[in-house]
T-cell receptor, first 112, second 114 residues
Framework: GNSVTQMEGPVTLSEEAFLTINCTYT??????LFWYVQYPGEGLQLLLK?????DKGSNKGFEATYRKETTSFHLEKGSVQVSDSAVYFC???????????FGQGTELSVKP | NAGVTQTPKFRVLKTGQSMTLLCAQD?????MYWYRQDPGMGLRLIHY???????AKGEVPDGYNVSRLKKQNFLLGLESAAPSQTSVYFC?????????????FGPGTRLTVL
C-alpha cells in the first residue's frame, strides 16, 4: 500500500547549521508530495510541495526535490534558525485514493 | 478570514461520556477532514466529507461518527468515549481533491479520556 517513512527525531541543531530530514515513500502511480510544518501549539501548515518527478518545491529557505528513482523527498535548509523549531511532516497525495498520507513527523529543535 | 476553527480547544471526558467536536471553515471549501494525531504515528484520517450531506470513512473510523449538514461545518462525535481516544484532533479543509490539493488545518482539540 501507500506509505511515507521519515527519519526519526528529535533532531537537535545549532543555529545556522545545515538541515536534512529524510523522507521516502511507497506509492502506486505518481503521487504528489508535500511537507507540512507544525509549530508548537498550532495546526499544520503547508511548507512546500512537488507534483511530479524532478520538481523542486521551495519556501522560506526550505527545499525538497521529488526523486522518483529513489522514491524520496528529503527536506533541506542551508542555515536553520531558532524559529524553525517545529515538527515537520512529509505527506503524499495520490489521486485514486483522494487522501493525504502522512509520515510520523520529525521534531526539530534549533538551539541558539 | 478565520480559516479553519475548532471548538473546543481542550476537553477532559470520563470513559463512556459523549461529546461533539465542531469544525468550521469560511473558505467555501468542498472537502473537509478529521484527523487524530498520536505520538510517533503522524496524522491518521478518521472521516472525511466531499461535500454537504456526504461523509466517508477514513483509516481509523471506529468509535466516531460525523455529520456535514452545512457546507461550512463538519462535526465529529464520540458516542461513548474510551481512553484509547485520548489524542489531539485536527480538522482540515481543502478546495478540491486534485493533485494540487492543499489542506488547511485548524489549531486542534486536545482530548483526554480518563
Amino acid at each position: 500500500g501507500n506509505s511515507v517513512t521519515q527519519m526519526e527525531g528529535p533532531v537537535t541543531l545549532s543555529e545556522e547549521a545545515f538541515l536534512t530530514i529524510n523522507c521516502t515513500y511507497t506509492a502506486t502511480g505518481y503521487p504528489s508530495l508535500f511537507w507540512y510544518v507544525q509549530y508548537p501549539g498550532e495546526g499544520l501548515q503547508l511548507l512546500l510541495k512537488a507534483t511530479k518527478a524532478d520538481d523542486k518545491g521551495s519556501n522560506k529557505g526550505f527545499e525538497a526535490t521529488y526523486r522518483k528513482e529513489t522514491t524520496s523527498f528529503h527536506l533541506e535548509k542551508g542555515s536553520v534558525q531558532v524559529s524553525d523549531s517545529a515538527v515537520y511532516f512529509c505527506a503524499l497525495f495520490y489521486n485514486q485514493g483522494g487522501k493525504l498520507i502522512f509520515g510520523q513527523g520529525t521534531e526539530l529543535s534549533v538551539k541558539p | 478570514n478565520a480559516g479553519v476553527t475548532q471548538t473546543p480547544k481542550f476537553r477532559v471526558l470520563k470513559t463512556g461520556q459523549s461529546m461533539t467536536l465542531l469544525c468550521a471553515q469560511d473558505m467555501n471549501h468542498e472537502y473537509m477532514y478529521w484527523y487524530r494525531q498520536d505520538p510517533g504515528m503522524g496524522l491518521r484520517l478518521i472521516h472525511y466529507s466531499v461535500g454537504e450531506g456526504t461523509t466517508a470513512k477514513g483509516e481509523v473510523p471506529d468509535g466516531y461518527n460525523v455529520s456535514r449538514l452545512k457546507k461550512q461545518n463538519f462535526l465529529l462525535g464520540l458516542e461513548s468515549a474510551a481512553p484509547s481516544q485520548t489524542s489531539v484532533y485536527f480538522c482540515a479543509s481543502s478546495y478540491h481533491l486534485g493533485q494540487y490539493n492543499e489542506q488547511f488545518f485548524g489549531p486542534g482539540t486536545r482530548l483526554t479520556v480518563l
